[in-house]
């Protein structure tokens, strides 16, 4: 059972990247599915969540309008747009599955990814 993010890497402020979560041993269709972010020296962030069908999706007041998350049941992955991209978006980055969304965030989350590096400089 592992979850596995990609996709992080080293982008110029204003740019954009798309961040993967991939599922292997067990299918997400069942599972709420939830990105998270924690920087160096600060608190782990919940960025956002879609619900179970895909129907629901939540995000963090700061980012709403530049991330998108969406998921594909059919390649078992979840996906992580991001758009004009900060500085302060520099963080890693976990995906994470669970029961449900509690705004941002997972509740009872049960498997999480290994994280993946964004950092965003010029």
């Known amino acids: 059972v592992q979850l596995q993010a990609s996709g992080g890497g080293l982008v110029q402020p204003g740019g954009s990247l798309r961040l993967s979560c991939a599922a292997s041993?067990?299918?997400?269709?069942?599972?709420?599915m939830g990105w998270f972010r924690q920087a160096p020296g600060k608190e782990r962030e919940g960025v956002s969540c879609i619900s179970v069908g895909g129907g629901g999706t939540y995000y963090a007041d700061s980012l709403k309008g530049r991330f998108t998350t969406f998921r594909d049941n059919t390649k078992n992955t979840v996906y992580l747009q991001m758009n004009s991209l900060k500085p302060e978006d520099t963080a890693v980055y976990y995906c994470v599955a669970g029961l449900s969304c509690v705004g941002a965030s997972v509740f009872q989350d049960t498997y999480w990814g290994q994280g993946t590096q964004v950092t965003v400089s010029s």
């Open positions: 041993g067990f299918t997400l269709d069942y599972f709420a």
